[in-house]
């Protein structure tokens, strides 16, 4: 059973899966973390962050987009 530690707070907590990949949620400090588990061995973990600033902007032009594209029809 591979021992997953969050990068953010440190603390150790096990996944009891041989294969797995997927989102959790530590849980000490509950921050989001992807975690890929293969052949029972742990490969990556890592946090998900916060959006950065250029996917927050590609969100807000695409719904101007959608709201042009329904005002348009």
Not at 9 to 30: L, Q, R, S, T, Y
């Amino acid at each position: 059973m591979p021992t997953v530690s969050c990068p953010v707070c440190g603390a150790d907590f096990e996944i009891n899966e041989k294969e797995f990949e997927d989102e959790v949620v530590c849980p000490e400090c509950g921050a989001l973390l992807y975690v890929l588990i293969e052949g029972g061995e742990l490969r990556s973990v890592a946090e998900i962050g916060e959006e950065t600033e250029e996917e927050e902007w590609e969100e807000e032009e695409e719904e101007e987009w959608d709201e042009w594209e329904e005002e348009e029809w």
